[in-house]
């Protein structure tokens, strides 16, 4: 079979111990960067489907990994709280209709 797509670091040891022979190869930082990308648009089309907690795990995953890649995730988690404390979340519900 056929995929032909970034998969998690243990994928291939779980198709070896299946008694499988997974083909690999090691993507260069352009590829995992573009693959990554790519990834992400896939997990939240899944969460679209499925809307649950697993899909979001699957989508925080690859955040991760993207930030991981554009400096660090101790920087996203820099970035996210000084953006949280300036504009706030979502947790109220507000739906904005329209300024004046």
């Given at each position: 079979m056929v995929y032909e797509k970034l998969v998690r670091d243990l994928?291939?040891?779980?198709?070896?111990?299946?008694?499988?022979?997974?083909?690999?190869?090691?993507?260069?930082?352009?590829?995992?960067?573009?693959?990554?990308?790519?990834?992400?648009?896939?997990?939240?089309?899944?969460?679209?489907?499925?809307n649950n907690l697993e899909e979001l795990a699957d989508i925080l995953e690859v955040v991760y990994a993207l930030a991981e890649i554009n400096g660090g995730r101790e920087e996203l988690e820099r970035i996210y709280a000084q953006k949280h404390e300036a504009r706030g979340g979502f947790s109220k519900r507000i739906f904005l209709i329209s300024k004046e």
């Open positions: 994928i291939p040891d779980l198709i070896a111990a299946q008694g499988e022979k997974p083909n690999i190869r090691i993507l260069d930082d352009a590829e995992h960067r573009d693959c990554l990308s790519r990834k992400l648009d896939e997990e939240v089309q899944e969460f679209h489907k499925e």
